[in-house]
């Protein structure tokens, strides 16, 4: 059983920045899709950023391209989103996941971004909540 913890949420004004970070545990391959997505308040999860397990490939949502960076670090098993710029509209709770975290999955790079929008990833964390002030 994998376990991913997010941490990092929190209040700031707009304009400011925060740095969301998950860490998995348990039996991990190493090399495996990572994403964060995020839900506002009445609206549906939406997807955020996705990484491949090289960090080569970096699909962003065009709502924060530009503003948010992901980044990961395979030997701590661990991935981290930095968030400049914030918006009141990224207000919301975000979610960090894994797609078959137990398993290696290694998309072609050319092919990622693609593969981003029909994956299903199974491992999530609990949540961490952002709030952007106007």
């Known amino acids: 059983q994998v376990q991913l913890v997010e941490s990092g949420g929190g209040l700031v004004q707009a304009g400011g920045s925060l740095r969301l970070s998950c860490a998995a545990s348990g039996r991990t391959s190493g090399a495996y899709p990572m994403a964060w997505f995020r839900q506002a308040p009445g609206k549906e999860r939406e997807f955020v950023v996705a990484?491949?397990?090289?960090?080569?490939?970096?699909p962003y949502s065009d709502s924060v391209k530009g503003r948010f960076t992901i980044s990961r670090n395979n030997g701590k098993n661990a991935w981290y989103l930095q968030m400049n710029n914030l918006k009141p509209e990224d207000t919301g709770v975000y979610y960090c996941?894994?797609?078959?975290?137990?398993?290696?999955?290694?998309?072609?790079?050319?092919?990622?971004?693609?593969?981003?929008?029909?994956?299903?990833?199974?491992?999530w964390g609990q949540g961490t909540q952002v709030t952007v002030s106007s």
């Open positions: 996941a894994a797609y078959r975290p137990h398993a290696t999955t290694i998309v072609a790079d050319e092919s990622f971004s693609d593969w981003v929008k029909t994956a299903v990833f199974d491992s």
């Open positions: 990484i491949n397990w090289r960090g080569t490939r970096t």
